[in-house]
């Protein structure tokens, strides 16, 4: 069975630190581009940033540059995500997705082929 699973989520103050996980199983993310979304109540589901299959293409969405870092392990079959300077704006339930190709190629939800079932982040004020 082909799947993501999320990890790291939970509860934070405002300016705290949270660090998510992505874990593949039944494939291997070598060939794809991962990219986190997240989804607040009542909202859009929005691309917070992307990496590329050999992690020398990163981008993020203006809200979180400078704050949040994205980064992966192919040995490990996993894409990180590291938040750092959280506000309470943050707050969303987080997904990774994975798009077959190399390259980031933006947001488009319907690029993506594999999703998780996502993680929810809580900033408090």
């Known amino acids: 069975q082909l799947r993501l699973a999320e990890s790291g989520g939970g509860l934070v103050q405002f300016g705290g630190s949270l660090s998510l996980s992505c874990v593949a199983s039944?494939?291997?993310?070598?060939?794809?581009?991962i990219a986190w979304f997240r989804q607040a109540p009542g909202e859009e589901r929005e691309g917070v940033s992307c990496i590329s299959s050999s992690t020398s293409d990163t981008n993020y969405a203006d809200s979180v540059k400078g704050r949040f870092t994205v980064s992966r392990d192919n040995a490990k079959n996993t894409v990180y995500l590291q938040m750092n300077s959280l506000k309470p704006e943050d707050t969303a339930v987080y997904y990774c997705?994975?798009?077959?190709?190399?390259?980031?190629?933006?947001?488009?939800?319907?690029?993506?082929?594999?999703w998780g079932q996502g993680t929810q982040v809580t900033v408090s004020p």
């Open positions: 039944g494939f291997t993310l070598d060939h794809f581009a």
């Open positions: 997705a994975a798009d077959w190709g190399h390259y980031c190629s933006g947001y488009a939800i319907s690029e993506y082929d594999y």
